[in-house]
């Protein structure tokens, strides 16, 4: 995507995807899955998702997992609140922006 994905939108997203599942999911599936529309790296990844768990957005579990701890993340109510203001967002976001595209400008 030639698009720049700024903290907030990445934000977004990552609850998003955290929120289909309601026990929970881990990292690598998360990366999955948010490359499907974005590209993103582990590394970017996991400094997402610390800060939503450092700002009560997510919260995080272990599972053994062939011997070996699975750290998962859960969304909160307070993400689940968050979500909803970035969905609204968004979808005045890119009205105005698809408005735009197509040769008008979109009044509040």
Request: charged share 35%; aromatic share 10%; proline share 0%.
């Given at each position: 995507m030639v698009f720049n994905t700024g903290a907030a939108l990445l934000d977004a997203i990552v609850l998003a995807v955290v929120s289909n599942d309601p026990e929970g999911t881990y990292g690598?599936?998360?990366?999955?899955?948010?490359?499907?529309?974005?590209?993103?790296?582990?590394?970017?990844?996991y400094p997402v998702l610390r800060r939503l768990?450092?700002?009560?957005?997510?919260e995080?579990?272990?599972?053994?997992?062939?011997?070996?701890?699975?750290?998962?993340?859960?969304?909160?109510?307070?993400?689940?609140?968050?979500?909803?203001?970035?969905?609204?967002?968004?979808?005045?976001y890119s009205q105005k922006i698809s408005g735009m595209f197509e040769g008008g400008i979109v009044h509040e």
């Open positions: 690598y599936k998360i990366t999955q899955e948010v490359r499907q529309v974005i590209e993103l790296s582990e590394s970017t990844l768990q450092k700002d009560e957005c997510l995080v579990y272990d599972v053994e997992c062939a011997g070996r701890n699975r750290r998962y993340y859960k969304v909160t109510e307070k993400g689940r609140v968050q979500l909803s203001l970035y969905k609204s967002e968004w979808k005045k």
